[in-house]
């Protein structure tokens, strides 16, 4: 099983749509989950940590379930400005674990 | 501040020849990594540092050398390009370890052909 497994995508939606992604992963000694945003041929940019409680910060909510392994990120009202490809980072033995990304493209 | 700052952004490399990627911060970050992202995968680490003088091998170190002599500066040397080491090449810093965020440079697109 890999470390951390995301579905490539693409999730193509209207604008103002609620979109939601999902991320496994197997090391259940993972401490730090994170996800990451990165546009086209760009470097990726922290987009939020992901927090045991879960958390929110406008628009985006992500959330941790220990117990099934898997974070999550939810978009509400979805913009043009959201098409990118969302990474799943967590922490691994002694190294960040990156996930291959999530493609989301918004439409008009 | 300009953040993590890499150059050159795009390099052609024949086989076989040889090229460092500069990476510099100026955040005063003690920890500095190399990534490499291929085509519809993940990052993976090439070589990570603590500190200055302080190096270690990630994941895919193979093919590349680093130094770190001061804190500012992580370079990543290419010795004998060969075609697998095509890819897009990141340098990134933070404060400290696995649980503070990320600053990444804007990147290298690397062709060896």
């Known amino acids: 099983r890999k470390e951390v497994e995301q579905d490539p995508g693409p999730f193509n939606v209207p604008e103002g749509a609620t979109v939601a992604f999902n991320c496994t992963y197997s090391n259940s000694a993972s401490q730090s989950f994170f996800w990451y945003r990165q546009d086209c041929r760009k470097e990726p940019k922290l987009l939020m940590s992901v927090y045991s409680s879960g958390n929110e910060d406008g628009r985006f909510t992500a959330q941790l379930n220990r117990a099934s392994q898997y974070i999550s990120l939810l978009i509400r009202d979805s913009k043009l400005s959201d098409s990118a490809t969302y990474l799943c980072v967590l922490t691994g033995f002694q190294k960040l674990v990156f996930g291959t990304g999530t493609r989301l493209l918004v439409s008009p | 501040n300009a953040g993590v700052t890499q150059t050159p952004k795009f390099r052609i490399l024949k086989i076989g020849q040889s090229m460092t990627l500069q990476c510099a911060q100026d955040?005063?970050?003690?920890?500095m990594y190399w990534y490499r992202q291929d085509p519809g995968m993940g990052l993976k680490l090439i070589y990570y540092s603590v500190g200055a003088g302080i190096t270690d091998k990630g994941e895919v170190p193979n093919g590349y050398n680093v130094s770190r002599s001061t804190t500012e500066d992580f370079p990543l040397r290419l010795e004998l390009a060969a075609p697998s080491q095509t890819s897009v090449y990141f340098c990134?810093?933070?404060?400290?370890?696995?649980?503070?965020?990320?600053?990444f440079g804007s990147g290298t697109q690397l062709s060896v052909l």
């Open positions: 990134a810093s933070n404060l400290g370890g696995t649980n503070e965020k990320l600053f």
């Open positions: 955040m005063n970050h003690n920890y």
